[in-house]
């Protein structure tokens, strides 16, 4: 079967795979001091993770998804389960773990700064082995969108995924043994300012983008907050600057840069554009408190664009 074929026969633009997690978001005046105390000033909670979050996105957006991963046997798994339901993401592929709790997140924003911190707990035997997943859940999309976080199965899952023709496209926090072997299967890597330097050793970011597309990736971006993001695509360097906007939240700034990029990839937009649409989708996140609650609507990118 060909590739065209084999992509025209999929039934989602994106498949993500990956942890959830409910998110306790405080808004406090200050950063936390050592021996100190001071009162929230907002408190809120909501379903959040890294894929999930970007699969809202791209679903708002009009893309079709779907999600893999596991939920917890508590209330928290069953409000992340259904805010997904709700958005119209596919589910079929999901385990429910018997007698194991959530993924928790704290996440604490600056009021005045925009910065967040982020403090988190994942329950052992949350994640999902070999003999739970499904082939033909994880390969349904054009694009499979993974988080590293449980290397094991990543490599399996990227690896089925590169065999039934979809695109890998991979967020990963922190290099760690058996990283180079997942970039290799990997399509689109976007990660932190600091990541290429701690896995390729080379302090000039380019040439470690360079490094980096060496490995397997031919479309490699690294994302530097208010400096904006540099990228390596088949080749040829791009940089594109960060809008400017007023920052209240910089929560899932990363995933709604992951999200446009992926979004552009599936228009078939050229690198450049590609980027600005990314760059502006994180921005408008960060204009508001709360994750997901701030997700733009295409409408907005596209004004702050033009």
Not at 20 to 39: G, I, M
Not at 126 to 134: I, K, P, Q, R
Not at 284 to 290: F, K, M, Q, S, T
């Amino acid at each position: 079967m060909s590739a065209r074929e084999m992509d025209r026969r999929k039934r989602f633009d994106v498949v993500g795979f990956g942890f959830n997690t409910l998110d306790h978001v405080c808004v406090l005046s200050n950063p936390p001091a050592p021996e100190s105390k001071q009162r929230v000033i907002r408190y809120f909670r909501q379903s959040g993770g890294q894929i999930p979050t970007a699969l809202v996105a791209l679903q708002r957006w009009g893309l079709r998804t779907a999600y893999v991963g596991p939920f917890g046997d508590d209330e928290g798994g069953e409000l992340q389960c259904a805010s997904l339901r709700e958005e119209g993401i596919e589910l079929t592929g999901c385990r429910r773990r018997a007698g194991v709790g959530s993924q928790q997140s704290f996440v604490l924003v600056d009021r005045v700064s925009g910065e967040r911190t982020i403090l988190w707990d994942r329950p052992d035997g949350l994640a999902l082995t070999m003999d739970e997943l499904e082939r033909e859940h994880l390969s349904a999309g054009r694009v499979l969108f993974m988080d590293a976080d449980d290397r094991g199965t990543a490599l399996r899952v990227a690896q089925w995924a590169k065999e039934d023709g979809c695109l890998v496209m991979l967020d990963v926090d922190e290099p760690t043994p058996g990283t180079e072997k997942l970039l290799a299967l990997t399509d689109v890597a976007i990660v932190s300012g600091r990541f290429p330097a701690r896995l390729t050793g080379e302090g000039d970011l380019r040439r470690a983008l360079r490094k980096m597309a060496q490995m397997g990736p031919t479309f490699v971006a690294a994302t530097l907050g208010r400096g904006g993001a540099v990228a390596r695509v088949d080749g040829e360097h791009f940089y594109v600057p960060a809008v400017p906007i007023p920052v209240v939240d910089t929560t899932s700034a990363g995933d709604l840069f992951h999200a446009g990029c992926l979004y552009g990839i599936r228009q078939g937009w050229k690198p450049h554009r590609t980027l600005r649409f990314a760059a502006a989708a994180a921005a408008l996140e960060c204009a508001e408190i709360g994750g997901r609650r701030a997700i733009p609507p295409l409408d907005r990118i596209g004004a702050l664009l033009r």
